[in-house]
């Protein structure tokens, strides 16, 4: 709730309040000059200022949106405030009903006031206080009779003392009531305010409340010099500030509602209260004088009394702060190694405890600002995403650890070993490491593991760079990464040194993936199909359609140079979209025209990111609905390792199977799980690889393999075509051997749709 001006024009009785004591103020001080004949004139107001303080208070208890016990609070003073009303009542009766005005404070009006402290004081103590030990309540004991002794000390030797007649004029109730209200206020601020803490009673009504306090009772001390005018009363303007403060600090409370309750500090502290009651005291004593003996022990009994106090307080202030600063000094220490381990956290690798990017950057920083000699290697691990599909996420994490421990035990404490991420390592070398080194670090990344039973071969691919003039941290990481990727690109599980001209193949390569992203807007790209024939006549039952990329100023860009860089910037999705709907209106062409003289089968590759993308099938059946293409003619090529690398791939190809489409997979052979891939992959016809088909004599290899693979595609009811068919022998040989499809430049190189329909058309002539 924001806060608002104290005095606005809806706090009327705010203002009547402090209307009134102004008035008693200036009828107090009117009264040193001028004797009043109807002194009750000055008194009548007074009820009327604490009654609207009263209802201040009680208005702020039923406010919704304060706490309980805030709420209760407002109402005890709104209780003290009706003892209030009555001792003032009682006091104006005291001082005007009798035959002459008078000061003397009756035992009812000594009541009512006496009442008002009470409840007051009992509100306080009522709001939720700190947690205090018993260190703290001997301590507040103490320290209350410091204030207790030190309050009365002062009012005895300035109100009371040498001051019979104001004795006599107002009567014993009345000097009692002098000392109970100056020190009973001033023991209700310090109880709440120095000790017990307040709740959530807002910060500014308590400070209002106990500034109220204490003038109100300074103000009633001033009662020593009005004992020739009976006439008046220090009550006038104590009574009137008193319920202004009241008041005010009720209107605080309603205006800024609830508030969280200050914390306690826990910090050790020098009280001054001690050694401020001393000094008073002692003042007192030096200038008490030696006229009245009893004066005079009277004031050294309170000041010994007062020093014993502060002696023990003090004693027991420097042990607890003596154990205090040993518990502190044991939280820095704990809080030290706290920081320590947050430090570690935020450089280290939680999973191999290796350091991490941000210690990498620190310790290459600190060695560049050295002007020290290192090199930077960055490994990568070979095939790793298969690992994971394979055998799980828990064996791959064992393995990057495995990794990590063979990579700290190789290098040694001199090198910095940290992970980047996944499978990515970046190591500082210092110093010329021998080649040899690097090496010896993909032989030691690269020995057989045993993870939880698995045995894994691991390969590693490490690009590796010196430091330069002008490098930075991210400049060292680039050139070991471009080097680590040439690594790979050689068929991994080596190490390469950086080279610039790998810059500059890499900006090439940039350049090339820029053009890529226009030439699908640019017309640049188009689609020819290879024909695939059946054995032995070479008839024609079908196509692979094949992307070609004509380049306005490279000319014609081969398949195996774009195709990787599609994949890598993920413009293959829409190359693979605008390829498969060429081949879905091309299809549906040739059916509208030739019938069952059609193609049989027309085949499309879909690459790993195609497959891996969740509506890649959605999008596929949506080109079929547009172009009207049949499915029944239609075959997707997929290779193993787009199964392999995409963890929904066998999910993906259930659902293109059920839209009526057929599965190839592509170069079978050449992956490490192709006969376990028949097991779970909807296939429909397997491609073998040209590298099984091209050699030249039957006891090949190749061939040994190429009959083994018929005989299981017979059993698992799945066609097998020939791929990279290029001589008569070898046709004859796959005939001999059970093949019934075969695909190569024997029976034509990839053509035009024009060129292609022409050799199904001569065939169908023929037949």
């Given at each position: 709730?924001?806060?608002?001006?104290?005095?606005?024009?809806?706090?009327?009785?705010?203002?009547?309040?402090?209307?009134?004591?102004?008035?008693c103020g200036a009828w107090l001080i009117g009264g040193f000059t001028h004797v009043y004949p109807h002194p009750v004139i000055g008194w009548l107001p007074i009820p009327v200022s604490a009654v609207l303080a009263g209802h201040a208070c009680w208005?702020?208890?039923?406010?919704?949106?304060?706490?309980?016990?805030?709420?209760?609070?407002?109402?005890?003073?709104?209780?003290?405030?009706?003892?209030?009303?009555?001792?003032?009542?009682?006091?104006?009766?005291?001082?005007?009903?009798?035959?002459?005005?008078?000061?003397?404070?009756?035992?009812?009006?000594?009541?009512?006031?006496?009442?008002?402290?009470?409840?007051?004081?009992?509100?306080?103590?009522?709001?939720?206080?700190?947690?205090?030990?018993?260190?703290?309540?001997?301590?507040?004991?103490?320290?209350?009779?410091?204030?207790?002794?030190?309050?009365?000390?002062?009012?005895?030797?300035?109100?009371?003392?040498?001051?019979?007649?104001?004795?006599?004029?107002?009567?014993?109730?009345?000097?009692?009531?002098?000392?109970?209200?100056?020190?009973?206020l001033s023991m209700a601020t310090f109880i709440k305010v120095a000790f017990a803490g307040a709740g959530r009673l807002d910060r500014r009504a308590i400070h209002i409340l106990a500034t109220g306090a204490a003038l109100g009772g300074v103000l009633?001390?001033?009662?020593?010099?009005?004992?020739?005018?009976?006439?008046?009363?220090?009550?006038?303007?104590?009574?009137?500030?008193?319920?202004?403060?009241?008041?005010?600090?009720?209107?605080?409370?309603?205006?800024?509602?609830?508030?969280?309750?200050?914390?306690?500090?826990?910090?050790?502290?020098?009280?001054?209260?001690?050694?401020?009651?001393?000094?008073?005291?002692?003042?007192?004593?030096?200038?008490?004088?030696?006229?009245?003996?009893?004066?005079?022990?009277?004031?050294?009994?309170?000041?010994?009394?007062?020093?014993?106090?502060?002696?023990?307080?003090?004693?027991?202030?420097?042990?607890?702060?003596?154990?205090?600063?040993?518990?502190?000094?044991?939280?820095?220490?704990?809080?030290?190694?706290?920081?320590?381990?947050?430090?570690?956290?935020?450089?280290?690798?939680?999973?191999?405890?290796?350091?991490?990017?941000?210690?990498?950057?620190?310790?290459?920083?600190?060695?560049?600002?050295?002007?020290?000699?290192?090199?930077?290697?960055?490994?990568?691990?070979?095939?790793?995403?298969?690992?994971?599909?394979?055998?799980?996420?828990?064996?791959?994490?064992?393995?990057?650890?495995?990794?990590?421990?063979?990579?700290?035990?190789?290098?040694?404490?001199?090198?910095?070993?940290?992970?980047?991420?996944?499978?990515?390592?970046?190591?500082?070398?210092?110093?010329?490491?021998?080649?040899?080194?690097?090496?010896?670090?993909?032989?030691?990344?690269?020995?057989?593991?045993?993870?939880?039973?698995?045995?894994?071969?691991?390969?590693?691919?490490?690009?590796?760079?010196?430091?330069?003039?002008?490098?930075?941290?991210?400049?060292?990481?680039?050139?070991?990464?471009?080097?680590?990727?040439?690594?790979?690109?050689?068929?991994?599980?080596?190490?390469?040194?950086?080279?610039?001209?790998?810059?500059?193949?890499?900006?090439?390569?940039?350049?090339?993936?820029?053009?890529?992203?226009?030439?699908?807007?640019?017309?640049?790209?188009?689609?020819?199909?290879?024909?695939?024939?059946?054995?032995?006549?070479?008839?024609?039952?079908?196509?692979?359609?094949?992307?070609?990329?004509?380049?306005?100023?490279?000319?014609?860009?081969?398949?195996?140079?774009?195709?990787?860089?599609?994949?890598r910037t993920g413009v293959i999705h829409e190359l693979g979209a605008w390829v498969f709907e060429q081949a879905c209106r091309q299809s549906a062409d040739w059916s509208a025209r030739f019938g069952a003289g059609a193609p049989g089968r027309i085949?499309?590759?879909?690459?790993?990111?195609?497959?891996?993308?969740?509506?890649?099938?959605?999008?596929?059946?949506?080109?079929?609905?547009?172009?009207?293409?049949?499915?029944?003619?239609?075959?997707?090529?997929?290779?193993?390792?787009?199964?392999?690398?995409?963890?929904?791939?066998?999910?993906?190809?259930?659902?293109?199977?059920?839209?009526?489409?057929?599965?190839?997979?592509?170069?079978?052979?050449?992956?490490?799980?192709?006969?376990?891939?028949?097991?779970?992959?909807?296939?429909?016809?397997?491609?073998?690889?040209?590298?099984?088909?091209?050699?030249?004599?039957?006891?090949?290899?190749?061939?040994?393999?190429?009959?083994?693979?018929?005989?299981?595609?017979?059993?698992?009811?799945?066609?097998?075509?020939?791929?990279?068919?290029?001589?008569?022998?070898?046709?004859?040989?796959?005939?001999?051997?059970?093949?019934?499809?075969?695909?190569?430049?024997?029976?034509?190189?990839?053509?035009?749709?024009?060129?292609?329909?022409?050799?199904?058309?001569?065939?169908?002539?023929?037949?």
């Amino acid at each position: 709730m924001p806060r608002l001006p104290i005095f606005d024009r809806r706090n009327g009785p705010l203002l009547v309040t402090a209307v009134v004591a102004l008035f008693c103020g200036a009828w107090l001080i009117g009264g040193f000059t001028h004797v009043y004949p109807h002194p009750v004139i000055g008194w009548l107001p007074i009820p009327v200022s604490a009654v609207l303080a009263g209802h201040a208070c009680w208005t702020a208890s039923r406010q919704a949106d304060l706490d309980a016990e805030t709420r209760r609070f407002w109402r005890h003073l709104a209780v003290a405030c009706c003892f209030f009303v009555a001792g003032i009542v009682s006091n104006i009766n005291d001082a005007t009903g009798g035959p002459a005005p008078s000061q003397e404070i009756g035992m009812i009006t000594l009541a009512g006031y006496l009442g008002t402290l009470g409840t007051a004081m009992w509100a306080l103590l009522r709001l939720p206080s700190w947690q205090r030990g018993r260190g703290d309540w001997i301590r507040f004991g103490l320290d209350s009779g410091i204030v207790m002794l030190t309050v009365g000390a002062v009012v005895w030797n300035l109100t009371l003392r040498n001051h019979e007649q104001w004795v006599s004029q107002t009567g014993g109730a009345g000097a009692m009531l002098v000392i109970m209200a100056v020190a009973g206020l001033s023991m209700a601020t310090f109880i709440k305010v120095a000790f017990a803490g307040a709740g959530r009673l807002d910060r500014r009504a308590i400070h209002i409340l106990a500034t109220g306090a204490a003038l109100g009772g300074v103000l009633g001390a001033v009662s020593l010099l009005l004992a020739g005018r009976p006439y008046l009363s220090s009550a006038l303007i104590a009574v009137p500030v008193a319920a202004l403060a009241i008041h005010l600090s009720a209107i605080s409370q309603q205006r800024a509602g609830n508030r969280e309750p200050r914390p306690r500090s826990g910090r050790p502290r020098i009280s001054v209260v001690p050694y401020f009651a001393v000094a008073i005291t002692d003042t007192m004593l030096l200038t008490t004088g030696s006229g009245d003996p009893a004066t005079t022990r009277t004031m050294e009994t309170a000041a010994v009394a007062l020093t014993a106090l502060v002696v023990i307080r003090q004693i027991i202030a420097l042990r607890e702060n003596h154990g205090l600063l040993t518990t502190v000094d044991g939280h820095l220490n704990q809080l030290r190694d706290y920081q320590d381990r947050l430090t570690h956290q935020a450089t280290h690798d939680s999973l191999t405890d290796a350091g991490n990017r941000t210690l990498f950057e620190e310790h290459t920083s600190r060695l560049l600002t050295a002007g020290g000699t290192f090199h930077v290697a960055l490994l990568d691990l070979d095939d790793f995403k298969a690992v994971n599909d394979r055998l799980g996420h828990r064996i791959g994490d064992r393995l990057i650890q495995e990794t990590s421990r063979r990579l700290t035990a190789t290098l040694g404490p001199g090198a910095l070993v940290t992970r980047l991420g996944g499978d990515e390592f970046a190591l500082v070398l210092p110093g010329l490491p021998d080649h040899q080194d690097f090496a010896a670090l993909v032989a030691a990344v690269g020995r057989p593991a045993d993870l939880d039973g698995n045995i894994l071969t691991p390969g590693a691919s490490i690009g590796v760079t010196s430091v330069q003039p002008g490098d930075d941290p991210a400049e060292l990481l680039r050139r070991a990464d471009v080097a680590m990727y040439a690594a790979k690109a050689a068929g991994g599980q080596r190490w390469q040194w950086f080279d610039p001209r790998m810059d500059r193949a890499a900006d090439d390569t940039a350049r090339l993936a820029a053009d890529l992203r226009g030439a699908l807007a640019g017309d640049q790209f188009f689609v020819l199909y290879q024909p695939i024939v059946s054995l032995p006549d070479g008839v024609t039952t079908g196509a692979e359609v094949l992307l070609r990329w004509q380049h306005p100023e490279r000319g014609l860009v081969p398949p195996d140079v774009f195709i990787p860089v599609a994949e890598r910037t993920g413009v293959i999705h829409e190359l693979g979209a605008w390829v498969f709907e060429q081949a879905c209106r091309q299809s549906a062409d040739w059916s509208a025209r030739f019938g069952a003289g059609a193609p049989g089968r027309i085949s499309v590759n879909v690459s790993a990111r195609q497959l891996a993308d969740p509506d890649f099938v959605d999008a596929v059946a949506a080109t079929l609905r547009a172009t009207g293409a049949g499915t029944d003619h239609l075959l997707l090529e997929v290779t193993e390792t787009a199964v392999l690398n995409a963890e929904t791939a066998i999910d993906q190809l259930n659902r293109l199977k059920a839209l009526g489409l057929r599965i190839a997979l592509d170069d079978f052979g050449t992956g490490h799980s192709s006969l376990s891939l028949l097991m779970t992959c909807p296939v429909d016809v397997l491609k073998v690889d040209k590298s099984f088909v091209s050699g030249d004599r039957a006891e090949d290899a190749g061939a040994i393999i190429v009959k083994n693979i018929i005989g299981f595609t017979t059993d698992f009811g799945i066609d097998a075509v020939a791929e990279g068919v290029e001589t008569r022998d070898q046709a004859e040989r796959l005939h001999a051997a059970g093949y019934r499809l075969a695909q190569g430049y024997l029976f034509g190189r990839p053509m035009s749709a024009e060129a292609f329909e022409a050799t199904f058309q001569t065939a169908a002539v023929a037949a």
